[in-house]
């Protein structure tokens, strides 16, 4: 029970990563607030987590509404009293060219995988620093390292991710405040391309030119082994592992 007692907050908990991160945190002791905008999907999330005895609060929003943001850390304290960890995992795939992509596409694409996640640490940050300890675990890419895998928009985004992270961990060190990123490769998980699709960001051959002539990956992984590696950065055992991002990808960046 590495999080026993631990009060988190999971963005994006409907499906993939997000789903699997919930669950494990909730075997391990934590009591949950979960968020996403698919409703159906992130009840079923909320009927797993209590049918194993998990305690879960769901919220149906928008990482790119600050009002949203604002209330959903607002929940877990009043719900739970605190919080202890959060999790920022929602996030919006595109795979376009820049001369392809539109202001409205792009501007869509920052808004929840950047500007979002800013908006709820920022919330979350007094809270922290008020008892001198807290954790942040952001979801980025290996698209925030390298140019290869994925579109204009999200590639600036993931190595948005990135380095906020790394500022946030470093700037609130002293304050008892962990903030690290996980850089996933290939991820057998539908929610990205969904929201794509459904936002008209999805382009086939967008993806073909990005990634020719860039390897193939080596395995995809699964969900609930992002979902370890981020129990590892939100538990003790990583207490001196601190504004870094881990690579996630079954060696397919060491190509």
Known sequence: MKLQDKVAVVTGAAAGMGKAISILFAKEGAKLVITDIDKDGLQETKKEIEANGGTVTA?????AEKEDTDNMIDTAVKNYGTL???????GLGEWLLCEDISDEAWDKVIAVNLTGMMRTIRKALP?????????????ASIAGTMASRGGAAYTASKHGVVGLSKNVGYQYAQKGIRCNSIAPGSVQT???TA????NNLFSNEGIALVHAGYGLCPRKNLPI??????LFLACDDSSCVNATCITADSGWTAY
Do not use: Q, R, W
């Not at 919220?59 to 990482?63: E, K, Y």
């Not at 809270?127 to 979801?139: D, L, W």
């Not at 082994?225 to 981020?230: D, F, G, T």
């Open 59 to 63: 919220m149906i929003m928008s990482v």
């Open 84 to 90: 202890d960890i959060l999790v920022n995992n929602a």
């Open 127 to 139: 809270i922290f620093a008020a008892k001198e300890s807290g954790v942040i675990v952001n979801i």
């Open 190 to 192: 539908t929610n990205v």
């Open 195 to 198: 929201n794509s699709k459904a």
């Open 225 to 230: 082994e992002i979902a370890k590696v981020a």
